[in-house]
């Protein structure tokens, strides 16, 4: 228990050993606590020095007459707590700073943004993965004003502004999924974001904060095709039948993916 503490606070498998055998043997030289703990001399001399600038240990020379000894003690254990409480307040100050740098870091990120970036996920896991992505993403859009042929929001769903993602829907690819993310329409409409579905085959049901039109003549199709937030993502089978999919994030790819969808949106009934 004590050794998975203190694995959990950051120490690793080396100094935690000469921690405790500082502990059980009080002020010791770095020979005698090397010894102690099984770690060698050079590496246990190393880790005191860290563990000394973290407040958990002391240092003192002791004179003799045949010369200096340094000897190192362990500080009470309570100073743990200390040096927890310590990070909680450097962790504060650096995200001060780092909310006050965002501008900046988003100006490196848009620069950056200019390169098509592909990733690519396996599994449901990979699935699940996509489809957060997707809630995520538009979470950080600005919300226009809902559309005026959009189902208005329920009080149960929110009220204002909304945004928008568009939807290929493949029947092929539907089952996996609400496997991988069962929850996914109800934490949709929670974020108050809407989509816009054009159907491949039967079925698809309205969930809220949704429009669906069917595509004619077409029973199935072999990819799930979601277009949100500058990026495009598409989920299909393999011939394991394990589902796989990319996100491609490129704005000029998005933009053009999306004026292709609303003009086929407008010409469907």
Same mark, same amino acid.
């Given at each position: ?8 606070? &950051? ?5 935690? @050993?000469? *921690?405790? /055998? ?7 030289? /770095? ?6 703990? &099984? ?23 002791? *004179? !003799?007459? =045949? ?8 500080? @009470? ?5 200390? /040096?927890?409480?310590?990070?909680? %307040? =450097?962790?504060? =100050? ?14 490196? *990120?848009?620069? &950056? ?7 690519? *996920? ?5 699935? !699940? ?10 979470? !950080?859009?600005?919300?226009? $004003?809902?559309? @005026? ?24 690819? !539907?089952?996996?999924?609400?496997? /991988? ?47 949100? &937030? ?20 490129? $704005? %000029?790819?998005?933009? $053009? ?13």
């Amino acid at each position: 228990m004590i050794v998975e503490k203190l694995r959990q606070f &950051g120490l690793d498998e080396k100094e935690i @050993p000469v *921690y405790l /055998a500082l502990i059980s043997l009080g002020p010791s030289p /770095a020979s005698v606590i090397a010894g102690k703990s &099984g770690v060698n001399r050079g590496t246990t001399y190393d880790i005191l020095k860290k563990l000394h600038e973290q407040q958990l240990v002391s240092v003192h020379d002791e *004179y !003799r007459r =045949d010369g200096k000894i340094t000897k190192f003690t362990a500080e @009470p254990p309570e100073k743990i707590v200390n /040096a927890i409480e310590r990070r909680i %307040a =450097d962790l504060a =100050d650096l995200k001060d700073t780092m909310e006050k740098s965002l501008p900046e870091f988003q100006s490196l *990120y848009e620069k &950056g943004g200019a390169k098509p970036v592909v990733k690519y *996920y396996e599994g449901l896991s990979g699935v !699940r993965f996509i489809l957060q992505d997707v809630i995520a993403t538009m979470s !950080r859009q600005t919300a226009p $004003t809902p559309s @005026p042929g959009l189902r208005p929001p329920s009080p149960a769903e929110g009220e204002g502004g909304i945004r928008k993602y568009f939807v290929y829907s493949s029947p092929d690819i !539907r089952d996996s999924l609400y496997k /991988a993310y069962s929850n996914f329409n109800k934490d949709r409409i929670k974020s108050k974001i809407a989509n816009q579905v054009i159907a491949f085959g039967k079925g698809g049901e309205l969930a809220g904060l949704d429009e669906r039109k069917w595509m004619p003549g077409q029973n199935s199709s072999p990819t799930y095709i979601l277009i949100y &937030g500058g990026k495009v993502a598409m989920i299909s089978i393999a011939e394991s039948r394990e589902p796989v999919g990319v996100i491609i994030e490129d $704005t %000029a790819l998005y933009q $053009t993916q999306k004026m292709i969808f609303e003009h086929t949106w407008k010409n469907l009934k």
